[in-house]
Structure formats: structure tokens, C-alpha cells
């Protein structure tokens, strides 16, 4: 199904919901553009361009990179893009939020509701080949010999990020950041949220819910 008209969407929901499946789902399904804030801004900061210094700068410094900074980054991408988009990772304040309503309507917010237990059970599980990025899961995707990748036979690693004690915080900090982002759309009426453990279980509800707004 491809898009008749302009829509544009965001997905949010905390890191190991199911964002980037449930992304490249609904951009193939509905023919949406897909902007990844993340995949953003670590492509500017290893092109070295005049924002990504500035990121790289306020990162080494243990900063948080301002969020006029991240408007900026992401709206002058969006500029490229005069068709239906989907945004992800993007906007996490109030104040992003804001910036991304000045320039754009956007038409709805997906939120992914998924249980923190869960969640920690799914990063922790995750273990990566870090030289090609292959990431297997301990639960439903395992390696054909624990603790080795397929193809090269060398040993995986367990990411900072996916440690129990680094994925408790992240969950927290996201919690803090984004529920007033939540309740900022749930006062104009554009947020719908999807609740669930599985990504396969959410997802034909997320559909059934684009196919009737985009019929």
C-alpha cells in the first residue's frame, strides 16, 4: 500500500521495544520515508560535518548535545524529504517536540508500550559480533554454538549498553525524559499507543490501525 497523501508519523517507545522492527515494517508496508534520529546523528558525527563536531565535543564532554542542536540536525533533513515520513528516536523533550510542530503537522505518534521486565530480558540476552555487527539473541535467535558467531567462529560480546545494570538506567533516564513528551501529545489528541510483550503480536494492530487513517 502506498500513501495517497502527505502522512507523517513518529514511533516512539523505550530502546529494545521494537522500534526499528516495527520502522522498517510499517516504511515497507506503507511506503513511508524512514529518518532514524540515531542513524543521524552517528553518520554526522563520523562525516566530521559542523554539527557532528559539535555532538562529538558535547559527548566527550560527558554533555548532553542541546536540543536545539538535535532540531536542527533533524529538521534540515526532513527538508530533503517533501513526502510521508516515519521519525524515529526523534523528538525525547518537550522542546523537540515543539521545534518538530513549527515546521511540520505531524499526523499521529505510535508508542510502544512494552513492559520493562521484558525488555530487560530481551537486551540482556543480546550478545554482538562486533566486527560485522551481527547480534544474536540468546532466547530466540542463539548462535549455533553459545557464545561464538555463525559465520567467523569468533567469540561474541556482551555491549556496555546491553549489560543489566547500564539497560536499568537507560529504561529510567528514557522514563524521565519521555513521559512529558507522551502527555505533550495526549493533550493535542495524536497519540495512540500499542501495548505488548511480542513485536509479532503488536504489530497487526499498528497496521490495522495505518491501514484505517491511511483508507
Not at 561464538?148 to 528514557?174: F, H, I, M, N
Amino acid at each position: 500500500m502506498v500513501v495517497q497523501r502527505i502522512f507523517r508519523a513518529v514511533v516512539m517507545g523505550p530502546p529494545g521495544s521494537g522500534k526499528g522492527t516495527v520502522s522498517s515494517r510499517i516504511t515497507k508496508t506503507f511506503g513511508l520515508q524512514h529518518l532514524s534520529s540515531g542513524d543521524l546523528l552517528r553518520a554526522n558525527i563520523e562525516s566530521k560535518t559542523e554539527l557532528g563536531l559539535l555532538m562529538r565535543s558535547c559527548i566527550d564532554n560527558g554533555q548532553l548535545v542541546p536540543d536545539d542542536v538535535i532540531s536542527r540536525l533533524i529538521l534540515s533533513d526532513l527538508r530533503r524529504m517533501e513526502t510521508s515520513w516515519l521519525l524515529d528516536g526523534f523528538p525525547r523533550t518537550v522542546s523537540q517536540a515543539e521545534a518538530l510542530d513549527g515546521a511540520y503537522s505531524v499526523d499521529t505518534i505510535i508508542n510502544l508500550d512494552v513492559p520493562f521486565q521484558t525488555i530487560k530480558e530481551r537486551l540482556t540476552s543480546r550478545w554482538t559480533h562486533l566486527p560485522s555487527g551481527r547480534v544474536y539473541n540468546t532466547d530466540f535467535n542463539p548462535p549455533k554454538v553459545t557464545g561464538l558467531d555463525d559465520v567467523t567462529g569468533e567469540p561474541l560480546v556482551q555491549r556496555d549498553d546491553d549489560t543489566p545494570e547500564t539497560v536499568t538506567r537507560r529504561l529510567k533516564a528514557y522514563q524521565t525524559q519521555t513521559e512529558p513528551v507522551l502527555e505533550y501529545y495526549r493533550s493535542k489528541g495524536i497519540l495512540v499507543i500499542f501495548s505488548g510483550t511480542e513485536t509479532n503480536k503488536i504489530w497487526p494492530h499498528v497496521q490495522a490501525f495505518l491501514s484505517r487513517k491511511l483508507s
